[in-house]
């Protein structure tokens, strides 16, 4: 899934860095269970199913069997899994267009109409949305039709819902979080305040970064009660008159009861790492902890969290692996 906003560029420079991160991957995974299943970037899961690309080849692995396939597609980002189906960014051929792939017969089609650069396609049942040129675009496979459903970017879709981030669709306020019901037509307002950006939907819930400060925070809209609550902390000051807060919003996922994010800073709302938050408890855990200023891009279907490199911040291809995590395999941990 797709991250803009007003994010800060950091970059893996120093070789020591790089070392002790190393390290602490090295440890940390065999204390916690957790496996390196490739090399690149963007993963995503869904069922027994993980993807994730490295610009050149997508990367396809069965969580079943721990077996792997590559298929060639140069020029490959964004990767999004529903079931059966792939999608993706491709510019194999220079131009941009979303790939759709059929696991099961291993063939290929493109999305070739109103894709640009910045295309990053979301997947639910038949239904494929993107944006291109500030505008969000709907293509239903099962029978290849394609209209366009707002002003926007950055937009997610489960069942017959989309959201996406619009400063332009809203008379009354300069950006937003966007709702579009696929059956009626209508869309509606989610949020207007703060600067909130990457929307991502499961069900009745809606989630968001606000990156109005720093890295950002986590807020969640329930559809049904029209209540919005903070997930993480906004900018703040602890006790002793530091700041802390509004750094867990570089990445945001969601699946039925489960919030996995990125914290990139140490201090009084935790340490920096892969984050889990139980919804119904209203609590996070701590999966995996990294060093301050590492960005990564968690993923949660069911017990399965995944993770790599946020290809944004990272200086090079150190490091740059992906990483699986079951949490019915063992107790969750906290990483210091």
Not at 90 to 104: K, L, N
Not at 154 to 177: F, L, Q
Not at 283 to 291: D, F
Request: glycine share 8%.
């Amino acid at each position: 899934m797709g991250n803009k906003g007003k994010l800060c560029s950091i970059a893996l420079a120093s070789s020591v860095l790089v070392f002790v991160f190393l390290v602490l991957i090295s440890a940390a995974a065999s204390a916690a269970q957790i496996t390196k299943i490739g090399t690149g970037y963007d993963p995503a899961v869904y069922g027994d199913k993980v993807v994730w690309t490295n610009g050149v080849v997508i990367h396809l692995y069965d969580l079943t069997n721990r077996t792997g396939i590559r298929f060639s597609s140069s020029g490959a980002s964004s990767p999004d899994i529903y079931e059966n189906k792939i999608v993706w960014h491709d510019e194999s051929i220079g131009t941009p267009r979303i790939a759709v792939y059929d696991i099961p017969t291993a063939t290929k089609s493109y999305i070739t109409q109103e894709v640009d650069q910045y295309s990053r396609p979301a997947i639910y049942d038949n239904r494929i949305v993107w944006s291109a040129n500030d505008s969000v675009y709907l293509r239903d496979i099962s029978n290849s039709t394609q209209e366009k459903i707002g002003n926007g970017t950055n937009p997610d879709i489960y069942g017959t819902k989309v959201v996406y981030y619009s400063y332009s669709e809203d008379p009354e306020a300069d950006i937003t979080i966007r709702m579009y019901d696929i059956d009626t037509g209508e869309r509606k307002t989610v949020v207007s305040y703060g600067d909130p950006n990457i929307p991502r939907i499961w069900d009745t819930r809606v989630i968001w970064s606000d990156v109005y400060n720093h890295q950002g925070y986590i807020a969640m809209y329930d559809i049904l009660t029209e209540n919005i609550t903070d997930v993480t902390h906004p900018l703040d000051t602890d006790p002793d008159g530091n700041e802390y807060g509004a750094s867990t919003g570089t990445h945001v996922s969601i699946q039925d009861d489960k919030i996995v994010y990125n914290k990139c800073v140490d201090d009084y709302e935790g340490k920096p790492g892969v984050y889990l938050y139980n919804i119904s408890a209203g609590q996070s855990t701590l999966i995996y902890g990294y060093p301050e200023e590492v960005y990564t891009t968690p993923e949660v279907y069911n017990n399965t969290i995944v993770w790599g490199l946020d290809r944004n911040y990272v200086d090079g291809t150190s490091g740059n692996d992906i990483y699986l995590c079951d949490l019915a395999a063992g107790p969750e941990i906290s990483q210091t």
